[in-house]
């Protein structure tokens, strides 16, 4: 583990670095657009992430890249350097976060850079142009430099679709669903692990956030996943549909293969993706965990939330 401080301090004297680096792209028409990892918390959007960064030849920020998120282009290089294109072969992970070096990061520093870390709806013209065209810029450099996609799993990114029209208006999503009965349950059961207390706030907000905080913590939590997923619904209509495919978490789990084969045919192939496959041997076994796990009662009371919502 690196301390924050010699994170701080690598990120400030390699900062000029990158600079200079990003200099050669500045103003570069993107190969790519990047490719987006939506839904809302605990829908199974990591596994999935796991899943498509260790079997396509796709690029993505790892754990080392995000120790270093302000250099985020050298790093990326740097990656390079020591694992080339080999799998990470990582499928393990706490509440988003990946084990080992090489393993996919979700890396929300590198967004609060220029985005609020209290608010994560965030509308067409609510960043600066100079912002928007840093973060151009970046992930255009170190898509161009590798010759394919970058790959981002950061949830929030589900409340930005947005502002991602006005930046990168091509980029493609793989929106992933999840029974929203067990997604309410995993929810709170990260309450309990993180906060100790089922009623204190927990993972992305809607922009409902305020409303939501006057209601009872089973139907908050009902409400926070149904919100997130309507804002995505609505905001996915400004991409064309080619552009995004919807996969559920219970089906993913019975064949993953199936999956990672259909998002490579049916959505990268489709939209021209110079993208292959890193492994052919792609694991097919993961178990779904639709089951119930906390008491009768409370399983009970969200299931009976979730039923009077129009989803």
Partial sequence: MISRFLQDTINNIFYNLENNLLNKYRKKTIKYSPIFIIGAPRTGSTILYQYITNYLNVSYINNLMAYFYKNLFLFSIVSQKFWGNKPHNCFRSLHGNSYGLNAPHECGNFWYRWLPDDKHFIDFNEISYDSKEEIDTIVTAITNRFNKPLVFKNLNAGQRLRLIKEIFPDSI???????????????????????????????????????????????????????????????????????????????????????????????????????????????????????????????????????????
């Fill in 173 to 311: 999503f793989i929106y992933i669903k999840r029974d929203p009965v067990y997604t309410s349950q995993s929810i709170l059961q990260s309450r309990e692990r993180i906060h100790n207390d089922r009623t204190k706030w927990w993972s992305i907000m809607p922009k409902e956030y305020n409303e939501l905080q006057k209601l009872d913590y089973h139907e908050q939590i009902v409400k926070q996943v149904y919100f997130l997923q309507k804002q995505i619904e609505q905001d996915l209509n400004y991409f064309n549909d080619h552009n995004y495919i919807t996969v559920w978490y219970n089906k993913f789990c019975k064949n993953p293969r199936k999956y990672i084969n259909l998002i490579y045919r049916k959505l990268l192939q489709k939209n021209g993706y110079n993208v292959d496959y890193i492994s052919y041997k792609i694991k097919n076994d993961l178990k779904s965990r639709n089951t119930r796990k906390v008491d009768i009662h409370t399983f009970k009371k969200l299931e009976s939330i979730v039923n009077k919502l129009e989803w």
